[in-house]
């Protein structure tokens, strides 16, 4: 009977093979063949005028699930148009809601949105670590 220290190794060696990270590099015809398409595609980007970083901005702007109209945290409370504005803490998951019309009443409507739902969460979070630092609701606009 063999140890099991044995049967290890030995099943290790049935799955490892010989050259068990041979598959990991290409190999010299492989890497030039990619490297002659890299630079293909990079020409014609460049003919194009079209750089990589602009043209995977200009797909996510135009994707018809980019527009929304979620308060974002730079905003202030004028530009948000939802009737309904929530905030919820990542720690203890607590979710505030307040209504658009009595955000506007309690707070100037150039107040940022992010300023106004730091103050509706902070009575204090649920989840206490001891750190004064740490103290206190992290905020997660929707």
């Given amino acids: ?29 492989q890497a030039r063949i990619e490297e002659t398409a890299r630079r293909l595609a990079e020409n014609q980007r460049r003919r194009a005028g079209v750089d990589d970083e602009d043209a995977w901005w200009a797909s996510v702007l135009a994707d018809p699930r980019a527009a929304t109209n979620k308060p974002r945290a730079d905003r202030t ?49 649920a989840q206490r670590t001891g750190r004064h630092e740490e103290d206190g609701c992290w905020p997660d606009f929707r």
């Fill in 77 to 125: 409370l004028a530009e948000i148009r939802s009737s309904e504005l929530r905030v919820e803490c990542l720690k203890c998951f607590r979710v505030v809601a307040i209504s658009r019309e009595e955000a506007l009443r309690r707070y100037d409507g150039n107040s940022l949105w992010k300023l106004v739902a730091v103050r509706l969460l902070g009575d204090g979070c």
């Fill in 1 to 29: 009977m063999q140890r099991l220290g044995d049967q290890a190794a030995a099943a290790f060696s049935r799955m490892a093979g010989r050259r068990c990270a041979e598959w990991r590099f290409p190999t010299a015809k």
